[in-house]
């Protein structure tokens, strides 16, 4: 059985395009991409959710992991692209963090609220 599988893995491995898709080049990042495609999607959240400790934590992962996918050997592109897509997607959150809690976004969204109500009576007669 041994055999076989050995066998199996040297066929695999012979291939180029096939030895890169059971490779962790190709693993790691496929899998890591869960990080990035959930901070996009909670960039239609509200911005009330956000951490600022933790949108900051990860916008510095992703800065070091990026450096990190270029200086390995073979570079890593997939994974720079993962990260790439993860600090854009965090310095988003970061803007919104910022906006919502230190640049009068919250006071906006409340202003906006208490309007609302007294615009749609004005419409409605």
Known sequence: MAAVVKALNAKIRSNPVANYFC???FWGPASNFGIPIAAVLDTQKSPELISGQM???LTIYA???M???LAVTPRNY???ACHFVNAGAQLTQGYRYLDW???GGKDKAVEKALTAPVA???VAK
Do not use: E, P, Q
Request: net charge positive.
């Open 101 to 103: 809690h230190y640049w």
């Open 67 to 69: 450096r990190y996918s």
């Open 120 to 122: 749609a009576a004005a």
């Open 55 to 57: 949108t900051g934590a």
């Open 78 to 80: 997939l994974l720079f």
């Open 23 to 25: 490779s962790t080049h």
């Open 63 to 65: 800065f070091t992991f």
